[in-house]
C-alpha cells in the first residue's frame, strides 16, 4: 500500500516527484480518480474545490475521473477505483468522508483497490487512516463543531491503519489559528502520536515505511 498523506495537495515539486516515484510512470500515462466527499459538507464558498481540481487536472492525466459514492452502487464504485491508477481524495470534513465510507460499506473495497495503486489524501482524505479518528481526537484538536453539525456525537474510523494522527494546514494562512501555541497545546491534551503538516508537506507511507516528505515545516509528537 502506497499512500501519500498531503495537507494541500501536490502543492510543490517535491510532493509532485514523490507521487511520480511511488507511480512509476508519468502522469500522462495514468489514470487518476478524484474523490470530493469531503468537500460536499462544507458550507460557503467552494472556489477552493475548483481551484485545486484545476490545478490537479493540470497535471496532464491520460483519464481524469470525478466520483461520488454517495448513493452508487458498491460494484460500480469499486469498479472506478479499480480503473483508476491514482485515487485522489480531497479535502472539507474529514468526519463525513469517513461515515460515508463506513455507512456505504466501502471501507474493505477500498481497501483492496489500494493494494495496488497510490492513494493521494488532501487534508480531510489524508487524515482516515488513523484510528485515532473518533470523537476523543475531536475534542483534543478541537474539531468537535466540524462532528457537531453533521448531527453526530460519535464516529467510527474507516480502516484504522495507524496509530497516529494527521493534522494539516500548520502555520497556514488560511487557519491563521494553527501556529506552534496552537500545536503546543494540542500536545498537552493528546495521548497519541500527532504529524503537524503546513501545506507544503506529506506523509508518505510506502511498503509500511512511513516518512515526512516536505518544502516546508512540520512537526512529529510521538
Not at 82 to 107: E, F, I, K, P
Not at 108 to 135: K, Q, T
Request: charged share 25%; net charge negative; hydrophobic share 45%.
Amino acid at each position: 500500500m502506497n499512500l501519500l498523506l498531503t495537507a494541500s495537495g501536490l502543492s510543490n515539486g517535491t510532493l509532485r516527484d514523490a507521487l511520480r516515484a511511488m507511480l512509476g510512470r508519468p502522469f500522462a500515462s495514468a489514470n487518476l480518480v478524484h474523490l470530493p466527499t469531503a468537500s460536499f459538507a462544507e458550507p460557503g464558498d467552494h472556489g477552493w474545490v475548483l481551484g485545486g481540481l484545476n490545478e490537479l487536472h493540470g497535471l496532464g492525466w491520460r483519464e481524469f475521473d470525478i466520483l461520488e459514492p454517495n448513493g452508487l452502487p458498491r460494484r460500480m464504485v469499486l469498479d472506478r477505483l479499480l480503473h483508476a491508477d491514482v485515487v485522489h481524495v480531497g479535502g472539507g470534513n474529514q468526519y463525513h468522508l469517513a461515515r460515508s465510507l463506513t455507512r456505504a460499506g466501502l471501507a474493505d473495497d477500498f481497501l483492496e483497490a489500494l493494494e495496488s495503486r497510490v492513494y493521494v489524501g488532501v487534508s480531510a482524505g489524508s487524515m482516515i487512516f488513523s484510528r485515532r479518528l473518533d470523537e476523543r481526537s475531536a475534542e483534543v484538536m478541537g474539531d468537535t463543531a466540524d462532528l457537531h453539525a453533521l448531527g453526530a456525537a460519535t464516529v467510527e474510523p474507516p480502516f484504522g491503519l495507524f496509530d497516529w494522527y494527521l493534522k494539516p494546514h500548520l502555520y497556514s494562512p488560511h487557519f491563521p489559528e494553527r501556529d506552534d501555541a496552537w500545536a503546543d497545546q494540542v500536545v498537552a491534551r493528546a495521548d497519541f502520536p500527532v504529524y503537524f503538516l503546513d501545506d507544503d508537506s506529506a506523509v508518505r507511507v510506502a511498503d509500511g515505511e512511513v516518512e515526512v516528505v516536505s518544502e516546508g515545516r512540520w512537526r512529529f509528537h510521538p
